[in-house]
């Protein structure tokens, strides 16, 4: 079994900001893509940005120059640095990974999420 445990999640200013981390636990051989997603009450779950194991990076659009996401392979666990934050990234964010476990099988994982509120 594989766990993903995220933390740092938290209630913040406009303008504030947060670190988000994920931890991978459990049968792992190896993690490919590691990522975060968010879903705001109502909205569907969309890609904040994703991370390759070389460090290859993909953002999306309403969080460029504002995010950063790095990984630290030897720890399997990945970072999601958010600055300059604003009440539309108020969401609930979730931690994903590629997995290749311990038996060779590769499967998706995701974390049970973190609540990231953004209010004065």
């Known amino acids: 079994q594989v766990q993903l445990v995220e933390s740092g999640g938290g209630l913040v200013q406009p303008g504030g900001s947060l670190r988000l981390s994920c931890v991978a636990s459990?049968?792992?051989?190896?993690?490919?893509?590691m990522g975060w997603y968010r879903q705001a009450p109502g909205k569907q779950r969309e890609l904040v940005a994703t991370?390759?194991?070389?460090?290859?990076?993909n953002y999306a659009d309403s969080v460029k120059g504002r995010f950063t996401i790095s990984r630290d392979n030897a720890k399997n666990t990945v970072y999601l640095q958010m600055n300059s934050l604003k009440p539309e990234d108020t969401a609930v964010y979730y931690c994903?990974?590629?997995?290749?476990?311990?038996?060779?099988?590769?499967?998706?994982?995701w974390g049970q999420g973190t609540q990231v509120t953004v209010s004065s």
């Open positions: 459990g049968n792992i051989f190896s993690i490919n893509a």
């Open positions: 994903n990974a590629d997995v290749i476990n311990g038996l060779r099988t590769r499967r998706d994982y």
């Open positions: 991370i390759t194991r070389p460090g290859s990076t």
